[in-house]
């Protein structure tokens, strides 16, 4: 089964009480049973939900994967991964990635002595130089959030099987229409659903897909045991838009294009970080691994001052000015004050985050609108 059929499909059929071809919204909290322990499959909601069940096995199926688990948030899937280790192992992460990943690992799981390293993953080699007999577990996201560094998955995975190490692929930038780390290798993918998966700026939730059999019966017992589960109603919205993802991720990924070139050409433009790019480092692997590159982009002005940037992102009208990212209408962020706040600024600078740093969410819009609102704004600051 193909991507798009695979959108629209996998998982899915029609309710067998009533034929609705659309899933229906289960708005229950717990499920008549014949006799004790006797029940159709479904005992209290927090464990299983019929709409939360669909939408898990079409998640699953997108990424090429055989389990799939929802929760309740992005975060709320990270914290159900990172809860796969104990007191005493150790975590390499990248060294860009999103602010609030960086903080659960750093003010959350540190205190439960879970200890965490941020390297750069340009280079695989990298992160040998931090394996140990504590390492437990190799945490990737690319393109990462906000500088789109690109990470060989398929690299780190062979250094992870090769020391017996979970890796984690953190897939939301890309979403699988454009990357399936489970086929490069990685153990587990993880998704803000929140993003391009739910796609229209209405729904929180976090998702976790894997292969492994034992991962998923971890996965499970935590997703029940700390109850960290989206409602049924999100579980509808997000299958709902799933079943546009193809069309979409085509849309954002041609107009981040044309923007990413109108900026690269801008004279009151310093630098683009975008991996279409063939002079953006790691644009062959993203070649390599991706379909395309995607819907997201930052970028710095010339002279890198932070409150002409500011001025820009207040003065834009089709960029909507607000944190998060994936929805259908275009959005601007300052990463420094928002997504990666929690992240010290010494630690962001020394990555190459600087405070002047716009990152921009391509939205379907047409792209002619997009770049007319970017253009007169550049000729005001």
């Not at 479904?42 to 997108?62: D, H, W």
């Not at 420094?336 to 190459?352: C, L, Q, V, Y």
Request: hydrophobic share 40%.
């Amino acid at each position: 089964m193909k991507f798009a059929t695979k959108t629209i499909h996998a998982g899915v059929q029609p309710d067998p009480l009533t034929g609705a071809v659309m899933t229906p919204i289960y708005q229950t909290s717990t499920y008549a049973q014949e006799s004790p322990g006797k029940h159709k499959g479904y005992e209290y909601a927090r464990t299983q939900n019929p709409t939360r069940s669909v939408l898990e096995s079409n998640l699953a199926a997108l990424e090429n994967g055989q389990f799939g688990f929802t929760f309740a948030s992005g975060l709320a899937a990270t914290d159900a991964i990172i809860k796969l280790l104990k007191a005493g192992d150790e975590v390499i992460c990248g060294n860009d990635l999103y602010g609030g990943t960086y903080r659960i690992f750093r003010q959350v799981f540190a205190r439960f002595n879970i200890k965490s390293h941020f390297v750069s993953m340009e280079d695989p080699q990298n992160i040998t130089n931090f394996i140990n007999e504590n390492t437990r577990m190799i945490w990737i996201e690319t393109p990462t959030n906000p500088l789109m560094n690109i990470a060989d998955i398929e690299a780190i995975t062979k250094i992870g099987k090769a020391h017996k190490l979970m890796t984690v692929v953190d897939n939301t930038f890309a979403t699988p229409y454009l990357q399936n780390p489970l086929d490069l290798g990685a153990s587990i993918v993880v998704h803000s659903v929140t993003k391009y998966l739910g796609g229209h700026s209405d729904v929180i939730m976090g998702a976790v897909i894997t292969n492994d059999e034992k991962i998923a019966e971890n996965i499970g017992f935590l997703q029940n045991s700390c109850g960290a589960v989206p409602s049924p109603n999100d579980a509808f919205l997000v299958l709902r838009g799933i079943k546009t993802l193809h069309l979409r991720m085509k849309a954002h990924s041609e107009n981040a294009r044309a923007v990413a070139e109108f900026l690269h050409e801008h004279p009151k433009v310093g630098k683009v970080y975008y991996p279409g790019f063939p002079s953006h480092t790691g644009h062959e692997i993203a070649k390599k691994q991706m379909r395309d590159f995607g819907g997201m982009l930052s970028f710095t002005l010339v002279d890198d001052d932070l409150q002409k940037s500011i001025q820009l992102m207040e003065k834009l009208q089709l960029f909507t000015l607000a944190e998060s990212l994936g929805g259908v209408e275009s959005l601007c962020g300052h990463p420094a004050s928002m997504t990666h706040a929690a992240i010290p600024k010494a630690e962001r600078e020394k990555n190459g985050l600087k405070d002047s740093l716009i990152r921009l969410s391509i939205g379907i819009e047409d792209k002619e609108d997009l770049i007319a609102d970017l253009e007169r704004v550049l000729e005001e600051i």
